[in-house]
């Protein structure tokens, strides 16, 4: 009898060791963890800050250029009564006298008194051409040119802008 249960028991150890043996489930089998490789830290390249490139000042000081004005004298009567220039510009007066055997010239004042002249161009007589040049006022404002062979007649205003 005894026998008998120690068999029993005996198959019942084997088989519980037999059940945990063979039903034991599977060891977690260690999934390979994706070795992720490392992002390469790419180095921010330093930004060289550009050198500021300093620009030379123009030694030249600041003028208004040059202007050609076209001014005809026929008929003891300019052909136009106002002339308009930049201050400070080089101002150059392309004379045309038509007036065969007559005297002309350009001349310009600070004002119609014609008593302070800022310019006065040499008197051609026609049929002849000249250029005359001069430098314009650095101040704005009006001014007063003529003839100074036929003051009366021969006026127009010199605009300063
Ligand atoms: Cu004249």
Redesign the pocket.
């Known amino acids: 009898m005894t026998k008998v249960i120690l068999y029993l028991v005996l198959a019942v150890v084997l088989f519980g060791v037999c059940i945990a043996g063979c039903a034991a489930p599977p060891g977690p089998t260690p999934t390979p963890t994706p070795t992720t490789a490392p992002p390469t830290t790419t180095v921010p390249s330093t930004t060289t800050v550009p050198s500021t490139t300093t620009v030379p000042p123009t030694t030249t000081p600041p003028s208004g250029g040059t202007v050609d004005v076209y001014l005809q004298?026929k008929n003891?009567a300019f052909n136009k009564s106002t002339i308009s220039v930049p201050a400070g510009s080089t101002v150059n007066v392309h004379f045309d006298n038509q007036d065969q055997g007559?005297?002309?010239?350009f001349a310009v004042y600070t004002n119609s008194q014609a008593t302070t002249k800022i310019f006065g161009g040499t008197i051609i007589t026609g049929v002849s051409q000249t250029i005359y040049t001069f430098t314009a006022p650095s101040s704005t404002g009006n001014y007063f040119f003529r003839?100074?062979?036929?003051p009366s007649v021969?006026t127009g205003t010199f605009t300063v802008t």
Do not use: E, G, S
């Not at 007559?102 to 010239?105: I, K, L, R, S």
């Not at 003839?147 to 036929?150: A, K, M, Q, R, T």
């Open positions: 004298a003891t007559v005297p002309h010239n003839c100074d062979v036929h021969m």
